[in-house]
């Protein structure tokens, strides 16, 4: 049975600082996906990983993928109180659409 | 645009009642998505539909029915609904396969059941 874990699951942060969201899967993939969810909004696509190796950045989120380690990690870089969210990354288990989610990590950037 | 939408948005049921959520797109995508959203536990695909008229399980389709009749419209019904089916309930779409899979998400049906 696919597994997608994330850790860690909270997460406090100072603004500036740097920290890094890691999204491991138990199968062969190599299709990843990270979505942001405001609290009570929906989810909003924030990056598309297709192959190993693939590295996508936007603003101060950076993603990228491993497929060998089954491995994808979200960089923050100097957090700011807009990027507070719930992240998730999802793995596309057979390469047709049908996604597994994990669990999130619900970050606070505290001023 | 108005992307995806989902009707109801909110809704309390008593056990054994039925219902049908409805959800709509205009971006003329062939995929279609029922998710629900538990806290803690992420997003779980409940059935989804990869053209007009086909349907697929997903993680957990038990008690759940499903129907694409149309291309823009997918519709999920409870014929029995159980407390243990209380969440919060998303529609998604996507383009193709060829289009990798980004799927673009509604606002969200919150489902209470007594």
């Known amino acids: 049975e696919l597994k997608v874990e994330q850790n860690p699951l909270f997460l406090s942060m100072q603004e500036g600082k740097n920290y890094t969201i890691y999204c491991n899967y138990s199968t062969t993939s190599d299709r990843l996906y990270w979505y942001r969810q405001d609290p009570g909004k929906s989810l909003e696509s924030l990056f598309v990983l297709l192959s190993n190796g693939a590295v996508k950045q936007e603003g101060r989120l950076m993603a990228s993928l491993d497929t060998k380690a089954r491995l994808s990690t979200l960089h923050i870089t100097a957090a700011v109180h807009d990027l507070s969210a719930t992240y998730f990354c999802a793995v596309d288990k057979y390469n047709n659409n049908d996604m597994r989610f994990g669990a999130g990590t619900r970050l606070t950037v505290k001023p | ?114």
């Open chain 2, 1 to 114: 645009n108005a992307g995806v939408t989902q009707t109801p948005k909110f809704r309390v049921l008593k056990t054994g009642q039925s219902m049908t959520l409805l959800c709509a797109q205009d971006m003329n995508h062939e995929y279609m998505y029922w998710y629900r959203q538990d806290p803690g536990m992420g997003l779980r695909l409940i059935h989804y539909s990869v053209g007009e008229g086909t349907t697929a399980k997903g993680e957990v389709p038990d008690g759940y029915n499903v129907s694409r009749l149309k291309k823009q419209n997918f519709l999920l019904g409870l014929e029995s609904a159980a407390p243990s089916q209380t969440s919060v309930y998303f529609c998604a779409s996507s383009p193709t396969l060829a289009s990798l899979g980004e799927q673009y998400f509604g606002p969200g049906t919150r489902l209470t059941v007594t």
